[in-house]
């Protein structure tokens, strides 16, 4: 049960991991994205969805 709460929050570190991988690997095209993805849309979807879960309670 606790994997799946913090399933996203997983997801996006392991998107921006993959993405400074990529970045050092000398890719320009992908690894903006994915770390874009991860820093721009996951993460805070992520930190968005525990807040608004918590408010509730």
Do not use: H, N, W
Not at 24 to 35: F, H, K, R, S
Not at 50 to 55: A, E, H, I, M, V
């Amino acid at each position: 049960m606790m994997f799946r709460k913090y399933l996203g929050l997983i997801l996006g570190f392991a998107t921006i991991a993959a993405g400074y991988a990529l970045l050092a690997g000398g890719d320009i095209t992908v690894a903006p994205l994915l770390l874009v993805l991860g820093y721009c849309v996951l993460v805070p979807l992520f930190l968005l969805r525990s807040f608004l879960q918590g408010k509730g309670e």
